[in-house]
């Protein structure tokens, strides 16, 4: 009797467990520009623990998707072969702001169900309209959408204002927004989606990278976050991955990217 209540309780255990994720998003500057084999292992080795990496900011060009595909090949090499992607199409934006979005998984912690795919309802709004997937853990959906969104000078409040909407849209999804937002989470534009129990995984972290530290001071912005519903995702850790801090200067690190990648890691109610 004993010996069927540990197989029990050890298979509840399992179940719980295999109920949590890990996510990282990173803006990985000109994925597909300019990065070397070297620096493309560097960044497989800096995100090869995650279960889904979303990435922004892929060149829209045909070097953006063989970067990807040899970022896939360095995980699989890495981590034994589990390793899948999917790529977006060009978003809709003009040829000057035009770029990717790229999910990597590893498909033996989590499954993606269906195709990924770019949400054109207010691709007139949005210079580049986020990119949702719907990933299956532990028998539960949830749904990411990956975002990046204009630069501050253009006023990307002007675009996230629209995100109040994708809830409804999507009512059924346990979503999870993620990406470079190029605000800080406490600007007002997110005030609808906090009312609606979407709050911020990070919270005064900044996120970018200075040219030059300045008195050990190397971060400048806080634009890179995620935003999930209280109610269908709780909380295990959510941080930041300070990789700068293995180079001996901010110029060798900002070949990598100006965006520090963030991660966030729930348990799906």
């Known amino acids: 009797m004993r010996s069927l209540l540990s197989v029990f309780f050890l298979s509840i255990s399992l179940s719980l467990a295999a109920q949590t994720v890990s996510i990282c998003s990173w803006n ?21 623990s995650y279960d889904v990496i979303a990435i922004q900011e892929v060149v829209a060009g045909l070097s953006g998707p063989p970067a990807v595909a040899k970022l896939w090949m360095l995980l699989n090499k890495i981590g034994g072969g589990k390793w899948q992607y999917e790529i977006s199409h060009g978003t809709s934006s003009d040829r000057y702001s035009k770029e990717r979005y790229a999910f990597i998984w590893n ?10 795919w770019l949400d054109s309802k207010y691709n007139l709004q949005i210079d580049r309209e986020p990119y949702f ?8 959906i949830f749904t990411i959408a990956s975002f990046h969104a204009v630069p501050k ?97 901010m110029r060798e690190a900002r070949l990598i990217s100006d965006h520090l990648p963030v991660f966030l890691e729930v348990d799906l109610r």
Do not use: W
Request: charged letters at 25%.
């Open 28 to 48: 990985i500057q000109n994925f597909g520009q300019r990065k070397s084999d070297a620096e493309i292992l560097f960044i497989a080795n800096t995100v090869c």
């Open 107 to 116: 498909n033996a912690k989590v499954k993606l169900q269906g195709e990924a």
């Open 133 to 140: 997937a719907r990933f299956v853990v532990g028998g539960k």
């Open 153 to 249: 000078a253009k006023q990307p409040e002007t675009e996230i204002k629209y995100f109040k909407f994708f809830p409804e849209r999507y009512p059924t999804d346990k979503l999870i927004f993620c990406g470079d937002f190029n605000l800080p989470q406490f600007h007002s534009v997110f005030n609808p989606l906090k009312s609606m129990g979407f709050l911020p995984a990070l919270r005064n972290q900044k996120t970018t990278l200075r040219q030059d530290c300045i008195n050990g001071d190397c971060l400048a912005s806080e634009y890179d976050n995620f935003f999930y519903n209280r109610g269908m995702f709780r909380v295990v850790k959510a941080g930041i991955i300070p990789f700068y801090t293995k180079f001996k200067n």
